[in-house]
Every structure is written in C-alpha cells, then in structure tokens.
C-alpha cells in the first residue's frame, strides 16, 4: 500500500529552524516528484516547494525562497524539508505529496490537483 508519512514537525522561536522528512513506501519512489504543501489555521492548502525524481529541477514558493530547501535520497525513498529562517507565518500543518503522473513537470508541482497520494501531515508552529 502506498504510504508518505511526515515527520520532524515541532514548535520553535521565529529565526529557528526545522528539518521535516517525508518516507515514502508502495511505489517506485524514484520515478515520481515530490512535493511539499502546507496548510496555515483558516486557510487553504498551499504549496511550498517540490522536487523532480531525480532531485535535478526544485521549485519553491516565493514565501519560502532563500529560506527552505528541499532534497531527496532516493535510496531511502525519503524526501526532506529544510526550513531556516522560520518566521510565525510559516505556521501550519506540512503535507507531501506524490505526483499523479511519473512526468509531472515542476510548472506544475505547486498546484494540488496534480498529486495523488498525501501523508498524515506534521505540525509546524512559529512562535515567541
């Protein structure tokens, strides 16, 4: 069964930061881009920043640039979120996703309908 679990969530002063990890099992880990969105209290999901199969093209939301990083080790299927920097409106639930399509293009990483599978989520909060 295909499964994304987050982890590495946790509460910390804004100019910290954290380091989440996405585990991925049930499918062909390394054909896929990976993505990770995030959902604030009140608002919509939205995405942060994805990575292609072969960690070759990345994609960030503008809010995030500079700040958060992501990679992956594809020999242990795992995908990983750096997050330096971290201000109070980096607050919220972090999710990642599986493309739905093994060729999904990085125009498209950042937009949900594009990703079929979702891990549980972790919790991020920013705060003095």
């Known amino acids: 069964q295909l499964q994304l679990v987050e982890s590495g969530g946790d509460s910390v002063q804004p100019g910290g930061s954290l380091r989440l990890s996405c585990a991925a099992s049930?499918?062909?880990?390394?054909?896929?881009?990976i993505a990770w969105f995030r959902q604030a209290p009140g608002k919509e999901r939205e995405g942060v920043s994805c990575?292609?199969?072969?960690?070759?093209?990345?994609n960030y939301a503008d809010s995030v640039k500079g700040r958060f990083t992501i990679s992956r080790d594809n020999l242990k299927d795992t995908v990983y979120l750096e997050m330096n920097n971290l201000k109070p409106e980096d607050t919220g639930v972090y999710y990642c996703?599986?493309?739905?399509?093994?060729?999904?293009?990085?125009?498209?990483?950042?937009?949900?309908?594009?990703?079929?599978?979702w891990g549980q989520g972790t919790q991020v909060t920013v705060s003095s």
């Open positions: 996703a599986k493309a739905a399509s093994w060729n999904l293009s990085k125009d498209w990483c950042l937009t949900q309908s594009q990703f079929n599978a």
């Open positions: 049930g499918f062909t880990f390394d054909y896929y881009l």
């Open positions: 990575i292609s199969s072969g960690a070759d093209s990345t």
